[in-house]
C-alpha cells in the first residue's frame, strides 16, 4: 500500500522538516502554489511526484505541472487542483470538475488552512492539507501523509511546524 505526502503552499520554501516527515512516502503530491522550480526539483530527486500548478506559479512552474490532476489508485479517484474551496463553497471550476470527473477524493490547497471533510453530497473526500511554506498569514506550516489501500485512506497523519 502507497504512503503518499500531501502538501501545498510551499511557496519557495521546502526543508528539512518536510523531508523526514515524507522520508518513507512512495510518492509526494503538491497541491500547487510550489513558488519555483527548485522546490519541484528537489521534491522530485528523490520521490515521484505528482503537482498542479498554483496562482503563484509562474510559467516555470506551469510548464512542468498542470492545472489539475485526474488520476486512480488502489481504487480510488483523485482530483487534485489548487483553488478548490470546501464542501458547499466550492469554486465554480472545481465545481465543475467534480461533476465531470466523480472523484472519491478531491484535493486543494489555496486557502493555508488545514481540512479534512467528508462531503456527503459529493459523496468525496475533501483534503486541503494546509500551507507548508513560510509566507503567508498562516502561524502553522502543515503537511500529510497518508495510506492509500484497496479504495480507501488509512493512517492518517498531520504534520505541524511553527512558521
Known amino acids: 500500500m502507497p ?55 509562474g510559467t516555470d512552474i506551469r510548464q512542468v505541472h498542470p492545472y489539475i490532476q485526474v488520476f486512480e489508485m488502489e481504487g ?29 477524493v478531491f484535493i486543494c490547497g489555496h486557502s493555508h488552512i488545514l481540512k479534512v471533510v467528508n462531503d456527503k453530497k459529493n459523496n468525496l473526500i475533501c483534503i486541503n492539507p494546509g500551507a507548508a511554506g513560510i509566507q503567508g498569514f498562516h502561524t502553522v506550516r502543515t503537511a500529510i501523509r497518508f495510506e492509500v489501500s484497496n479504495g480507501s485512506l488509512r493512517e492518517m497523519e498531520v504534520a505541524e511546524w511553527k512558521r
Open 76 to 104: 480510488l479517484r483523485f482530483l487534485m487542483m489548487h483553488i478548490g474551496g470546501y464542501p458547499g463553497r466550492y469554486d465554480y471550476r472545481a465545481q465543475q470538475l467534480i461533476t465531470a470527473h466523480a472523484p472519491d
Open 3 to 57: 504512503l503518499i505526502g500531501l502538501l501545498s503552499d510551499t511557496h519557495c520554501h521546502y526543508d528539512s522538516k518536510l523531508e523526514e516527515f515524507f522520508k518513507d512516502a512512495h510518492e509526494v503530491w503538491h497541491a500547487g502554489d510550489f513558488g519555483n522550480l527548485a522546490v519541484s526539483d528537489t521534491i522530485s530527486s528523490t520521490k515521484k511526484l505528482r503537482g498542479v500548478y498554483g496562482n503563484c506559479d
